[in-house]
């Protein structure tokens, strides 16, 4: 079975400055990937997926994200955050092969400050 | 285009009442999805629906849980009777088709069991 994990709960940073939310992911077969945002009392958001091709992948709202199979990795970047980009960002795997259940991280919250 | 809607927003219980939770996905979005996201823990898929058919329910708790999509468009959800670890909130999303990458997210339910 697939799984997500999101070792950092919480992520604090200053505005304007850089970010890096990690996800890492283990499965037997290949998989999807995708990060989601989830505002307050909102539901979730998607914000860029990979599915094949290029590593590297642009999203909404100035993320970015890389796939790293062999470190099966896909953390999430963005070059200067905003107070608007608070929020909880949830790690998603899919297989490739079959249904398209997801498989949610624990979430990482970012709280961007002044 | 109106997105996944969901009633209702909040709601209060004590343990061994039911509850029950209503879905009306993106109009022509075949696939609906609901998931149930405890606090600090990733949503968790609990059934799927393809039409109004069951694809996957593996993890819901059919003992007290039940879901139905008579029609094949809106859904609802039902607890009964409901626990204490039932508290959470309850996401409603929708695809296009089984096979479609993105999945859109109503603003969910939270249910409080005291």
């Known amino acids: 079975a697939q799984s997500v994990t999101q070792l950092d709960s919480q992520v604090p940073v200053f505005e304007e400055a850089p970010v890096e939310l990690r996800c890492n992911y283990s499965?037997?077969?290949?998989?999807?990937l995708f990060w989601y945002v989830q505002y307050p009392n909102q539901g979730l958001q998607l914000l860029l997926k990979y599915l094949s091709g290029s590593t590297l992948v642009k999203g909404i709202n100035g993320f970015e994200a890389e796939f790293n199979k062999s470190q099966t990795s896909f953390h999430l970047r963005k070059p200067s955050v905003h107070i608007s980009d608070t929020a909880e960002y949830f790690c998603a795997v899919r297989l490739t092969g079959g249904g398209n259940k997801l498989t949610f991280g624990t979430g990482t919250q970012l709280k961007v400050e002044l | 285009e109106a997105g996944v809607a969901q009633s209702p927003r909040y709601k209060i219980i004590e343990k061994r009442q039911s509850v029950a939770f209503w879905c009306n996905p993106i109009?022509?979005?075949?696939?609906l999805y609901w998931y149930q996201q405890i606090l600090g823990q990733g949503p968790k898929l609990l059934i799927q629906f393809q039409n109004n058919g069951v694809v996957d329910d593996s993890q819901l708790p059919k003992d007290r849980f039940s879901a139905e999509r008579l029609k094949g468009v809106d859904s609802t959800l039902k607890i009964q009777p409901a626990k204490l670890e039932d508290s959470a909130v309850y996401l409603c999303?929708?695809?296009?088709?089984?096979?479609?990458?993105?999945?859109?997210f109503g603003p969910g339910t939270r249910l409080t069991v005291t």
């Open positions: 109009s022509g979005h075949a696939t």
């Open positions: 999303a929708s695809s296009l088709a089984r096979g479609s990458y993105e999945q859109y």
């Open positions: 499965s037997s077969v290949s998989v999807y």
